[in-house]
């Protein structure tokens, strides 16, 4: 059974940075997606960043651009969501999330974290 367990979060003032961690554990292979979704109260959870752990890929939400930055650390089969600049707009739940597919990923993924509230003040 795979499991994520996320770290990080929390509060800071609007240009600020926080970053985020997730663990997976349990994947028999060591390719696979994972990245963070987020969900602001009365808003649609969106696709924030998402690595592809074979290639070390990632791709972002065009609103944090330039801002987020999504790596990898294979050894620990850890990702991490560095959050620069922040915005009061970025303040939601955010939850990682991973599925051994893309397809699947992207419609739905199968694991998720408990997720880590961001909070960002003007």
């Known amino acids: 059974q795979v499991q994520l367990v ?3 979060g929390g509060s800071v003032q609007a240009g ?3 970053r985020l961690s997730c663990a997976a554990s349990g994947y028999t292979s ?5 990245g963070w979704f987020r ?3 009365g808003k649609m959870r969106e696709e924030v960043a998402t690595i592809d752990t074979d290639s070390g890929r990632a791709s972002y939400l065009d609103s944090v651009k330039g801002r987020f930055t999504l790596s990898q ?3 620990k089969n850890t990702v991490y969501l560095q959050m620069n600049s922040l915005k009061p707009q970025d303040t939601a739940m955010y939850y990682c999330a991973s599925d051994p597919s893309l397809r699947s990923y992207l419609e739905s993924p199968k694991y ?5 509230q961001v909070t960002v003040s003007s």
């Open 39 to 41: 969900q602001a109260p």
């Open 30 to 34: 060591s390719h696979y997606y994972m």
């Open 112 to 116: 998720w974290g408990q997720g880590s």
């Open 16 to 18: 600020g940075s926080l």
């Open 6 to 8: 996320e770290s990080g």
């Open 73 to 75: 650390d294979r050894s």
